[in-house]
């Protein structure tokens, strides 16, 4: 049993160096950085905030909940609580949670380039950001939307009485700034590898972000001109989308989905790479089949192109219509299948080590497993006909978006934290956060699969009694989910002051980002690496490029 | 559905296709169930099993077999297709009601439940429906979507305002059942609910008959034939309606289509859509001036043509047996093939500018 | 921020995360392309939906095709193919080096899409005083002769010497809902199409502000062989346009 020999100083942290964050201490350099890093800091300040707005709606949805009669709010308030708490969390903290904060931090530190191909284009979509949460901010606080996150037709066009074309534009900005960024990440994945870093050698997490890019650039300028034609029909008076005038409520349905159910795999896939990646370095094993696990994430891009119509099979769509998609969804479960399969493998004979950030990975592999099987329920057709629009759904897609990509989110940032800060998380509070979490978790969801089998429908203010039990549960998971969220944003802050400090390379992981000082200097790299291993090569004992510089090189 | 009953876990079984969803959906269950297993107790075995031992320890190359790759795609699509053709034939039943049942109209509207029984009872929010025989419902919406579900009987489509959609069931079950609105349509979405309740046949009928006398919407349907000048046109140079229904008819372009429910709401709403072949574009859109139950109605009236009528004198009513609600199937079904009658003069031509006096 | 003031060094001008121009240069390419793939799904979403309805109301939306002068958009066809003409010979002085022949091609460029958006304009007089704005004023009875004016008059006495050449149309009697929808997908269609094109010209200014400081040279010209793919994107999305939009006036 040999050591794994990279640099002896490999857990040995290399404090008074230039990093990236010390480089230049003006909010002015902050502001109009170029540097993927900082930039990648300044989204997670933002999605954070984002994402306690959401949890604030989801808060006053389950705190409403726990009576049939409602209690809390007005039926008109609570519609808008569950719409701002979809908008929030769906456009503007899933979609960009990974890609924008660890794809950005990461991408060119795993491919060994100095920046992304525009850093200020980088920058721009940042903005674009700040700029379309205004105006959804302002929207909220004008009085609020009370369409759903889905704005249907013609409630959304021509009956709803709330701020509807002010979310639009904040939706409409905030599209081209995940635009950009996919743009970004396409050209610099193509272009900016480091010499003798192939397609095969990238990690997955790189594969992730590609696949997500490919659907960031073809997906979201349709959702942007479909609520475009929204805003359009509810400025002029005009029917596009309203029947009493000639429209199609349905095709609304459809151009909606058309990019909003590949939204759901630009959340999901992002997780799926960060899975890869904290599997591998815990287990110290290569992942079980790369390639096919590597194609099935650009599988799973393009398929998810083809399935949108399964939201609409109930919506009156022909029989046949129905069953393409159907069958169309099934398929889209096989390269997800080929994934989860390939995870639990790569723990066959390898060294598992159960730190905080393999928690949320284990914890993902399960929810993420009961979410997609309930999936495969809905996409059975004879079975959507009872649960579409109930709470069956709703726990279906949390389970996939909340015990999935916020899980793997949160598994993220604790393996990268040391990376980004150079300090070490809590790692027993680390623990007990991820157990909080999973505990939570499945208390406020799982209720919810019961609750939807029984009919309770979705967007219900209020229910008929004998829901009640159900309901409460839910609530109840809900406190403590909270708890396990808050928790990490305590003791990360409190790291950041009084965590250990950490080396290069505290988890002993053999991608290229490890092998930099921890935080990386504003440039990355002293000398652009030179990549000539495989990844995940822990049985060669070989990390990906050059090896750490010593504490004396600054 | 029992008020005082404890908790449920499972919702009740209360019609034909209920039980059909229910025993597919534990099949579905128990594979995932297994899955759910299978995956995590690997992952827990393994996770003991391959427990980090020492800090330096290096685990041994295990290679990725192309066999057990294929595998992980092979057995699940397997087991996805039996899914798939299980549900897809569920589905098929789901969306063709069965020929012979009966017809109910709906409209949804904020946020209320309209229904309409064609013998005249015109219901609020409750269905009274009979146990053991198919119903069906034509339903439409006057303002937003809605979707009209009832979880007893494992069924819901969406209420589509412009269009007619269509559901069925049979009940197998007496009681009263959840009717909720399952389409987000507003403030009072929550509040959109009702009563399905399913009756003995008996005791069906002698509801019908004890209601507070409705006339028959297929006789609502005549006074609107003739109060808003349908009979004006129809049957002389406007084509006839007399066994118009479920009937093909020839379109201008060439196409023929099936005058069905949609057909001929649409003919009523946006008649320059669907053109006659032989006639001219100068029926008025009555969008504006007809709700969506007087559309019903005057569908039920013309359901009711089963005949031809009297071409030959002008303003003529349809002779024939009594009005009787609709046994017409949708949908599965070969149409009756009665062609349209000839027009009883020469229709003007196409390029003639100028409408005819009668024009609104 | 690195200042790109032109030298005879080519690799001054590559900026700090590229290895050499080389890589610069297809970084930029492809980025380009990728953003034209994000526009072609935008159009897209449009002509899918105005491709749906003219399905479902053939009629009324020939009626609408009827209403628009055609040759007026055949014109601008021409025109705006020239433009993209100008742009070629722009890209091709820039890859030979010569900032002077960048800025002459460009200018007449800008000229030719300022002709282009001219044309545009008068149409949308035109369809402005005959009712025709979805919103504005579209009117369900077309208006008269003397409400429309001389000047609309005599782009309609044109329009009909044309439709010799093709079969006649029947003014119609009333414009339907649908033909509203019609219009309303021309606007915005056409708008946005606009938009972009307004856009291209503001950048072709920049450009021809570098080109003025010579900054462009025969190693280093990716802006303009870049921007060159943009216009040229404009003008296809007119191209098809152009037909779905104007010469679908058959029945």
Same mark, same amino acid.
């Given at each position: 049993?040999?050591?794994i020999?990279y640099s002896p100083d490999y857990a040995a942290p290399q404090t008074g160096r230039?990093t990236y964050l010390n ?14 890093k900082r930039?990648g800091i300044l989204y997670m300040i933002s999605i954070t905030i984002f994402f306690m707005?959401?949890a ?37 903290f899933?979609?960009?949670s990974i890609?924008a904060t660890l794809g950005n931090f990461l991408?060119?530190l795993m $491919? ?93 997490f790189?594969?992730? +972000? ?39 409520? $349905?095709?609304?349905?459809? +151009? ?14 992002p997780s799926?790479g960060v899975i890869s990646e904290v599997i591998t370095c815990f287990a110290r ?62 723990l066959?004979?390898g060294s598992v080590s159960l730190e905080t950030p393999m928690l949320y990975a284990l914890g993902f592999i399960g929810l993420f ?24 759904? $709703? ?7 909340v015990g999935g990509a916020i899980m793997a989110y949160l598994g993220g940032i604790h393996f990268w934290w040391p990376k980004m800060t150079g300090k070490m998380y809590p790692e027993f509070w680390g623990k007990i956060a991820a157990a909080i979490t999973f505990l939570g978790f499945n208390l406020t ?32 998971g809900a406190s403590v989910l909270a708890v396990g969220y808050v928790l990490p944003l305590i003791y990360l802050l409190w790291s950041l002051k009084y965590g250990a400090e950490a080396g290069p390379n505290p988890f002993r992981s053999m991608s290229?980002e490890w092998q930099t000082p921890s935080p990386p200097p ?16 822990y ?9 750490v510089?010593?504490a004396?090189?600054? | ?42 992952i827990v075995?393994?996770a003991l099993?391959y427990r980090r031992r020492s800090e330096d320890e ?58 309409? &029984? ?44 412009? *269009? ?24 009072? &979405? ?17 509801? @019908? ?24 046109? &129809? ?15 020839? @379109? ?100 003639? *500018? ?7 | ?57 053939? !009629? ?116 339907? !809902? ?74």
């Amino acid at each position: 049993m040999t050591a794994i020999p990279y640099s002896p100083d490999y857990a040995a942290p290399q404090t008074g160096r230039t990093t990236y964050l010390n480089a230049t201490h003006t909010i002015r350099s902050w502001l109009l950085t170029k540097d993927h890093k900082r930039i990648g800091i300044l989204y997670m300040i933002s999605i954070t905030i984002f994402f306690m707005i959401g949890a604030g709606g989801a808060a006053l949805v389950r705190i409403n909940l726990l009576t049939p009669a409602g209690i809390l709010s007005e039926p008109a308030q609570y519609n808008k609580a569950f719409t701002i708490h979809g908008v929030m969390m769906v456009f503007f903290f899933l979609v960009p949670s990974i890609p924008a904060t660890l794809g950005n931090f990461l991408l060119p530190l795993m $491919i060994g380039a100095r920046d992304v191909a525009f850093p200020k284009i980088n920058l721009a979509s940042w903005y674009l950001l700040i700029i379309g949460s205004s105006f959804a901010l302002s929207a909220i606080l004008f009085g609020g939307v009370d369409t759903g996150w889905t704005f249907y037709t013609p409630y959304s066009s021509t009956f709803s009485n709330t701020h509807v074309v002010l979310m639009i534009v904040g939706i409409f900005i905030n599209g081209f700034s995940s635009i950009l960024t996919g743009l970004n990440f396409v050209v610099t994945i193509h272009k900016m590898r480091a010499p003798g870093m192939t397609w095969f050698r990238l990690p997955l997490f790189v594969w992730a +972000m590609y696949a997500t890019s490919l659907i960031f650039i073809l997906g979201t300028p349709v959702i942007a001109i479909t609520l475009a034609l929204v805003a359009v029909e509810r400025l002029l008076r005009v029917g596009i989308f309203d029947p009493a005038l000639g429209g199609d409520p $349905i095709l609304f349905q459809h +151009m909606f989905w058309f990019y909003s159910h590949p939204a759901v795999y630009i959340m999901i896939l992002p997780s799926f790479g960060v899975i890869s990646e904290v599997i591998t370095c815990f287990a110290r094993k290569r992942i079980f089949g790369y390639v096919f696990v590597a194609f099935s994430s650009v599988a799973i891009a393009i398929i998810g192109f083809l399935v949108w119509a399964h939201h609409l099979f109930d919506a009156g769509i022909s029989v046949y219509s129905g069953l393409i998609f159907s069958l169309l969804s099934f398929l889209v479960a096989v390269p997800t299948a080929v994934k989860v399969f390939s995870w639990t493998a790569t723990l066959y004979k390898g060294s598992v080590s159960l730190e905080t950030p393999m928690l949320y990975a284990l914890g993902f592999i399960g929810l993420f497993t009961i979410g997609g099987l309930t999936g495969l329920m809905l996409a059975t057709l004879g079975l959507d006909v009872h649960l579409h629009d109930t709470y069956f759904v $709703i726990a279906h897609f949390h389970y996939v978006m909340v015990g999935g990509a916020i899980m793997a989110y949160l598994g993220g940032i604790h393996f990268w934290w040391p990376k980004m800060t150079g300090k070490m998380y809590p790692e027993f509070w680390g623990k007990i956060a991820a157990a909080i979490t999973f505990l939570g978790f499945n208390l406020t969801f799982f209720p919810q699969f019961v609750l939807g089998y029984l009919g309770m429908p979705r967007r219900y203010h209020a229910y008929p009694p004998e829901f009640q039990v159900y309901n409460v549960l839910s609530t109840a998971g809900a406190s403590v989910l909270a708890v396990g969220y808050v928790l990490p944003l305590i003791y990360l802050l409190w790291s950041l002051k009084y965590g250990a400090e950490a080396g290069p390379n505290p988890f002993r992981s053999m991608s290229l980002e490890w092998q930099t000082p921890s935080p990386p200097p504003t440039e990355n790299f002293e000398r652009t690496p030179i990549c000539s291993q495989p990844p995940y090569a822990y049985d060669l004992q070989t990390p990906m490029g050059s090896p750490v510089p010593t504490a004396a090189a600054t | 559905m029992d008020m005082e009953s404890p908790l449920r876990i499972f919702p009740d079984s209360a019609a034909t296709q209920a039980w059909r969803t229910d025993v597919l959906f534990f099949f579905e269950l128990t594979i995932s169930v297994l899955f759910v297993l299978l995956i995590a107790g690997a992952i827990v075995y393994m996770a003991l099993r391959y427990r980090r031992r020492s800090e330096d320890e290096v685990p041994p190359y295990t290679p990725s077999p192309a066999i057990i790759e294929w595998s992980f795609m092979v057995v699940p699509f397997g087991i996805m297709l039996i899914m798939f053709f299980w549900g897809g034939y569920l589905y098929v039943q789901d969306r063709r009601p069965p020929p012979g049942a009966m017809q109910i109209n709906v409209i949804g509207k904020q946020w209320m439940w309209k229904l309409q &029984h064609p013998e005249g009872p015109r219901e609020i929010n409750t269905l009274h429906v009979p146990v053991g025989r198919p119903v069906k419902l034509v339903m439409t919406s006057q303002d937003v979507i809605h979707d009209f579900a009832v979880p007893e009987f494992r069924m819901k489509m969406d209420v589509v305002p412009g *269009t007619y959609t269509v559901e069925w069931f049979e009940a197998t079950k007496t009681g009263e059942y959840h009717l909720f609105c399952d389409q987000y349509c507003g403030e009072l &979405h929550s509040r959109m609910v009702g009563r399905v309740v399913v009756m003995e046949p008996e005791a069906y009928q002698a509801w @019908l008959v004890g209601t507070v006398p409705n006339e028959p919407a297929a006789v609502s349907g005549a006074r609107l034939f003739q109060s808003y000048g349908c009979a004006a046109c &129809h049957g002389q140079r406007a084509p006839t309606l007399a066994g118009l229904y479920m009937s093909k008819v020839k @379109l201008d372009d060439g196409r023929v289509v099936v005058a069905d429910e949609y057909y001929l709401r649409e003919s009523i709403i946006e008649p320059a859509a669907k053109l006659v072949a032989g006639y001219g574009p100068i029926m008025p859109s009555f969008r504006a001036q007809l709700t969506e139950e007087q559309i019903f109605d005057l569908i039920e009236y013309i359901k009711s043509l089963g005949l031809a009528m009297d071409t030959s004198v002008p303003g003529a009513l349809p002779t024939g047996p009594e009005t009787r609600p609709s046994t017409q199937p949708f949908n599965g079904y070969r149409p009756d093939l009665l062609p349209n009658q000839p027009p009883a003069r020469q229709p003007p031509t196409y390029n003639e *500018t100028g409408g005819s006096p009668t024009r609104e | 921020m690195t200042e790109h003031i032109a030298t005879e060094h080519a690799h001054s001008l590559v900026q700090h995360q590229f290895e050499d121009a080389y890589q610069q240069k297809e970084a930029a390419t492809l980025g380009m392309w990728a953003f034209l793939a994000t526009e072609v799904l935008f159009f897209g979403g449009l002509f899918v939906a105005y491709t749906i309805y003219r399905h479902q109301y053939p !009629d009324p939306f020939r009626q609408g095709a009827l209403n628009l002068k055609w040759y007026l958009g055949g014109i601008n066809t021409a025109v705006l193919l020239l433009s993209s003409f100008t742009m070629a010979m722009a890209v091709h002085a820039a890859a030979i080096g010569s900032n002077a022949k960048i800025i002459r091609y460009l200018v007449l460029t800008i000229i030719v899409g300022g002709a282009f958006l001219g044309i545009k304009a008068t149409e949308y007089y035109i369809e402005y005083r005959e009712h025709l704005i979805p919103g504005l004023n579209f009117a369900h009875d077309p208006p008269s002769e003397e409400e429309v004016g001389p000047f609309v008059g005599a782009f309609e006495k044109v329009q009909g010497w044309f439709d010799r050449v093709v079969p006649p149309r029947q003014k119609e009697e009333k414009r339907s !809902d649908t033909e509203e929808m019609f219009f309303l997908f021309y606007f915005i269609m056409t708008a946005i199409h606009a938009t972009h094109m307004i856009v291209g010209i503001g950048i072709m200014l920049v450009l021809i502000w570098m080109a003025k400081h010579e900054m462009f040279s025969a190693q280093w010209h990716n802006p303009v062989e870049n921007f060159g793919l943009y216009w040229h994107f404009v003008d296809i999305v007119w191209v098809f346009l152009f037909p779905t939009l104007y010469l679908l006036r058959q029945p």
